[in-house]
């Protein structure tokens, strides 16, 4: 038969191997692992992480898979990965790509969860759950490349609750060695089970949209292998017909040629952004330019001194969603550039704490805030390759004072050292694990090619 777009994501998702890994792509990944395992942990301390497991603890008829930050609790492993998906992304400190979305959160959940799953005997070892990471990384950006309106911050569907859930469903396929015609149908209940709205962004149902994407990937997996049959054409595009172009507007599929000696994967030329403080990524532009700025001032009045200031212009992207001037919960804080752009201003940086309720509230970031006027540049898109952010303080003696952003420590042109990821995994780790564990892990997940059994991660 002809070769579809589907069939050949199929093809390639059964087909590939540990020999398709290059070395900067099992590099990259690894760091990726690392990171949001990290980010899992710490994100098992909030508020919305408590409502999740509350939820999933009420159907736990077969628990054998871990929750992040709860020794010695388990769920059934679906419900462990919509858990861990959850305290992935309950703080916005995961990882994210170009174009955008945030794809570790979407798959690690679920190849962790069905690691335990499987009985012994048949646990893939490290280089298996290392090459399913990346086939659900892969997926996911293969899939955002047929569309134009996916290299832009998104204004319908937040992207990791469409590709995400795809990418959990390839990478679970992949891990549980499904058929190539399974493979398929796996892509295809996946597309039904995809999908969540932008207006969740800055509440804590916007956690739920990684934790649905792992946990439905997962499922549609699962359904697959146990016959469950999809339209086989749902990557194609058929006139009259939406398949997965129902999430966009412009949309033009391209076959995914199945790995021969050698496959380029798209971690090899695109690396990841990890985020150094917990919000939404457009706000680290305006801190690093709000610190560099602050520095200036400081400079010029010996310290930082909010009544000399007469206002603080930010020029952004038109993005209505982080455009919110006085925040009044830590998941609207998150997605304020004022506020972000405020509290570095204030503080000298922004960290966990910046985002708690006395740390919002505070008398003297509110004066700040009430400074704020906002610019949108025409040359300053809402795109995280092309973005930039610029911080300016007119003063009260007429003086102006400007920061500039255009690629802040952490994104994929500036990418954090081995020591500044390691210092943030051991510090969000450190939240809820003894330090002997901290380490056991990283040196684990280094290690990863060589461990004969990936559920002991």
Avoid at 339 to 347: G, I, K, S, W
Wanted: proline fraction near 6%.
């Amino acid at each position: 038969p002809e070769e579809t777009v589907t069939s050949s994501f199929a093809s390639f998702i059964h087909a590939v191997q540990p020999k398709h890994l290059s070395k900067t792509v099992c590099h990259r990944s690894k760091r990726m692992i690392l990171d949001s395992i990290g980010v899992g942990l710490v994100g098992s301390t909030t508020h919305v992480f408590d409502i999740a497991l509350q939820y999933c603890r009420l159907y736990s008829s077969v628990a054998v898979s871990s929750v992040y930050g709860k020794p010695g609790v388990k769920l059934s492993p679906t419900l462990a990965a919509f858990t861990n998906g959850v305290a992935t992304h309950s703080m916005d400190f995961d990882d994210t790509w170009h174009p955008a979305t945030h794809p570790s959160g979407a798959v690690l959940p679920a190849l962790l969860a069905a690691s335990q799953m499987l009985p012994p005997g048949a646990k893939p070892n490290g280089m298996d759950f290392l090459l399913a990471f990346n086939v659900g990384l892969e997926v996911q950006g293969r899939l955002m490349h047929f569309s134009t309106e996916a290299h832009n911050i998104p204004k319908r569907f937040h992207p990791p609750s469409v590709v995400g859930t795809m990418g959990s469903a390839a990478a679970t396929a992949k891990l549980l060695s499904l058929s190539t015609a399974q493979c398929a149908h796996a892509l295809g209940i996946a597309a039904s089970l995809a999908g969540a709205p932008m207006a969740n962004a800055a509440t804590q149902a916007k956690p739920l949209h990684i934790g649905n994407a792992t946990r439905l990937g997962f499922e549609a997996a699962l359904l697959a292998a146990r016959g469950m049959e999809a339209n086989p054409l749902i990557l194609d595009d058929i006139a009259g017909c939406s398949g997965f172009s129902a999430f966009y507007g412009v949309y033009h599929p391209k076959p995914l040629s199945t790995p021969g000696d050698h496959h380029e994967f798209l971690l090899e030329k695109q690396d990841i952004a990890f985020k150094r403080f917990p919000a939404h990524l457009g706000m680290h532009w305006v801190v690093d330019a709000a610190l560099s700025v602050r520095n200036l001032f400081i400079n010029y009045a010996g310290s930082f001194s909010p009544s000399l200031i007469r206002t603080i212009m930010l020029k952004i992207p038109v993005s209505k969603y982080i455009n919110r001037p006085f925040p009044s919960s830590e998941h609207q804080a998150r997605h304020s550039f004022q506020f972000n752009a405020c509290t570095a201003l204030l503080d000298g940086e922004v960290g966990l704490s910046s985002f708690t309720e006395s740390s919002i509230h505070r008398q003297e970031l509110r004066e700040l805030l009430d400074k704020v006027v906002v610019e949108h540049p025409e040359d300053n898109v809402a795109n995280f390759d092309k973005m930039y952010g610029e911080v300016a303080l007119l003063l009260q003696s007429g003086d102006v004072l400007t920061g500039k952003c255009d690629t802040f420590y952490g994104h994929w042109r500036k990418p954090l050292s081995k020591e500044s990821l390691l210092k943030k995994f051991r510090s969000n780790a450190s939240h809820v694990l003894p330090e002997e564990r901290i380490e056991t892990i990283i040196t684990m997940v280094d290690n990863l090619e060589n461990l004969s059994d990936s559920s002991q991660l």
